[in-house]
T-cell receptor
Framework: QQPVQSPQAVILREGEDAVINCSSS?????VHWYRQKHGEAPVFLMI?????EQKGHDKISASFNEKKQQSSLYLTASQLSYSGTYFC?????????????FGAGTRLTVKP | NAGVMQNPRHLVRRRGQEARLRCSPM?????VYWYRQLPEEGLKFMVY????????ESGMPKERFSAEFPKEGPSILRIQQVVRGDSAAYFC????????????FGPGTRLTVL
């Protein structure tokens, strides 16, 4: 069992927007977003800790709908550097980071 | 401030040999997590450790795999009698606390079993 991400893959042109969704069958206490480039380690993007929270930096932002047990990552005016695989992760146990489960990932490709 | 360090970055073993993967957490972090990633797949949780304690090993295969995080030195993931199916990238992450805290990942060790 793990969070479910959609879509599995996205191809964009530079400057276009994308939304990546992460949903769970279990209650979500926090959602962590990471980006991983091929052959590299996942890099932390942001963490959302409570329902209704929205965060962002640069042109990447995220929202967390606790009641719907889902989170969305928004990438606006995408840049070539945004290419990579995006993972959402959530502690599968309550209120702690034990057994962090990650979604299968969304592969984003930004083309010139 | 050095990040999470893992070594070796690449490890080749023949079937039946042992693999030892090391992870040094970020300075000040005492919580370490190990994940396995198969090609083109997501990250699978294996084990969560604090200094000298295994907190959660629910994702660890029951045989051949073990992990430790001694009082001094790096955390070690040990795989005995490796098989081809063990070939994967193994990432460790560390965090300052065990709560809903950010995990910072190391560069990974890519294990290839011949």
């Amino acid at each position: 069992q793990q969070p479910v991400q959609s879509p599995q893959a996205v191809i964009l042109r530079e400057g276009e927007d994308a939304v990546i969704n992460c949903s769970s069958s279990k209650a979500l206490y926090s959602v962590h977003w990471y980006r991983q480039k091929h052959g590299e380690a996942p890099v932390f993007l942001m963490i959302l800790l409570k329902g209704g929270e929205q965060k962002g930096h640069d042109k990447i932002s995220a929202s967390f709908n606790e009641k719907k047990q889902q989170s969305s990552l928004y990438l606006t005016a995408s840049q070539l550097s945004y290419s990579g695989t995006y993972f959402c992760g959530t502690p599968w146990g309550a209120y702690n980071n034990n057994d962090m489960r990650f979604g299968a990932g969304t592969r984003l490709t930004v083309k010139p | 401030n050095a990040g999470v360090m893992q070594n070796p970055r690449h490890l080749v073993r023949r079937r039946g040999q042992e693999a030892r993967l090391r992870c040094s957490p970020m300075k000040g972090h005492s919580h370490v997590y190990w994940y396995r990633q198969l090609p083109e797949e997501g990250l699978k949780f294996m084990v969560y450790l604090q200094k000298e304690n295994i907190i959660d090993e629910s994702g660890m295969p029951k045989e051949r795999f073990s992990a430790e995080f001694p009082k001094e030195g790096p955390s070690i993931l040990r795989i005995q009698q490796v098989v081809r199916g063990d070939s994967a990238a193994y990432f460790c992450a560390s965090s300052l606390s065990g709560g809903p805290d950010t995990q910072y990942f190391g560069p990974g060790t890519r294990l290839t079993v011949l």
